[in-house]
């Protein structure tokens, strides 16, 4: 059984998300999407990785780049997210023999939620809250970062729609 899958999608004119948003928000083998600001535009979590999806969103109007993640295990809890907090997606590449030290070092940071081994695109998937983005942004930089055995880290941050 698949333990699902991130698509992360980036859009060549940002006025296409609303209408995407409205397609993947009708496709049953999405579990969440969030919009999302920094290397992407747009973070699907899919329940497994089917090339059949994967081909839906790669159509999508507008979409320039679409990256798969394939979970090797899901370690998000899956409660909604509260909108009272801000958070962040981080995709990160490791050394290859590094990769379960660090995961077990994020996932004992306080401010993480998840973090799930991954293969494709990144070697782990972790979502980070804070009160603000800067708090967020102190945490990955104070805490994450600096971790040895990271070689890459994107982040992109969670924008609600329905704040703008």
């Given amino acids: 059984m698949s333990a699902g899958a991130y698509v992360l999608v980036k859009f060549d004119n940002r006025e296409k998300l609303l209408p995407a948003v409205e397609v993947v928000g009708n496709l049953t083998d999405i ?3 969030d919009a999302v600001d920094g290397h992407f535009d747009l973070v699907l979590k899919l ?6 999806l994967l081909e839906k969103v790669s159509g999508l109007d507008g979409s320039s ?7 090797e295990s899901d370690n998000e809890p899956g409660t909604d997210l509260s909108p009272d907090n801000c958070y ?3 995709f990160v590449e490791t050394e ?9 070092a994020i996932e004992k940071i306080e401010a993480v939620l998840f973090c799930s081994p991954s293969s494709g695109s ?3 998937v ?12 102190r945490t990955i930089n104070d805490d994450i970062r600096q971790l040895d055995g990271i070689l890459r880290l994107k982040q992109d941050r969670i924008i609600f729609l329905d704040r703008l």
């Fill in 47 to 52: 329940k497994a990785n089917k090339p059949s």
């Fill in 96 to 104: 290859k023999d590094q990769r379960k030290t660090v995961q077990k």
């Fill in 126 to 137: 972790a979502m980070v809250t804070g009160d603000t983005f800067d708090h967020i942004n």
């Fill in 31 to 33: 579990c969440r999407w």
């Fill in 88 to 90: 962040s997606y981080l």
């Fill in 65 to 71: 780049e679409v990256v798969s993640c394939e979970l």
């Fill in 122 to 124: 990144c070697d782990l």
